[in-house]
């Protein structure tokens, strides 16, 4: 397949991420928001704050990654046409978001050379998840994408395997879906460590030695980095660094 960009380019989108989510009020959202609405800040298709998100108290939009999948929707699958006309748009967007950043997972697994013997299925499996996510909106609608991801998920895991094998110090312990909430952590020693899907929110990892540590779906809300060594880090997207200190 041609190379698919995983990247958000709003102005090809309608605006799908600041209408089919719901907001709730907290540090993340200055204001509630049912699904399906507008955002207030929302004029047709653009952002009347987009360059004072933070000051205005809409940190969640700073962090919101949608790999790809809004300008996809809108284009390719609705023919350029406005979630007012075709509002079937907005329930896709959170399917086909998860499939982009599923390609974007396995478009990353491809570039580890220690992985060599997984790229063929890599490569399929990219394939496959690109075909759904181009799928008719019915058809997507109605995938299980949870199942979808079980099927995946075990793939990333033995390239993340393979990538942190020699890197990893003996010991070193698993902190894969550990609750690590404001934990200090200030100067550890994570080379190689899996931090799969750790809750990380507030966590000091200043200094630490973070090189070639999975970051699959952690949550680096609020987690302070500075100074941490990143060199290598695996599954690391800028999503997850707009929301840490950096
Ligand atoms: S604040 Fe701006 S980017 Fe965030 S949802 Fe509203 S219109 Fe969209």
New binding site residues.
């Given amino acids: 397949m041609g190379e698919r960009v995983l990247e958000a380019d709003c102005a090809s989108c309608a605006?799908l991420?600041?209408v089919a989510p719901a907001?709730a009020k907290t540090s993340d959202f200055a204001i509630d928001k049912a699904p399906g609405r507008p955002?207030?800040?929302?004029d047709g298709t653009t952002?009347?704050?987009?360059d004072r998100?933070d000051a205005?108290g809409?940190h969640?939009?700073v962090v919101f990654d949608c790999f790809g999948a809004g300008q996809r929707i809108t284009q390719e699958t609705f023919g350029g046409r406005s979630w007012r006309e075709a509002p079937d748009m907005l329930a896709l967007l959170p399917i086909v978001r998860q499939l982009h950043e599923l390609m974007w997972l396995l478009t990353e697994a491809l570039k580890l050379d220690e992985a060599a013997e997984l790229h063929p299925m890599l490569r399929d499996a990219r394939e496959e998840t690109d075909r759904l996510a181009g799928g008719a909106a019915a058809a997507v609608k109605r995938l299980d994408l949870d199942a979808y991801r079980r099927k995946i998920n075990p793939l990333l895991q033995q390239a993340s395997e393979l990538a942190r094998a020699k890197a990893r110090a003996k010991g070193q312990k698993d902190h894969r879906g550990a609750n690590l909430i404001g934990r200090r952590m200030r100067g550890a020693d994570l080379r190689a460590a899996s931090l799969r899907g750790a809750l990380l929110i507030g966590a000091d990892l200043r200094g630490a030695d973070l090189r070639r540590a999975d970051f699959t779906g952690a949550d680096l809300r609020g987690a302070d980095l500075r100074g941490a060594d990143l060199t290598g880090a695996l599954f690391l997207t800028e999503a997850q660094l707009r929301a840490a200190v950096v």
């Fill in positions: 605006g991420c600041c907001f955002c207030p800040n929302l952002c009347t704050i987009h998100l205005k809409f969640g939009c």
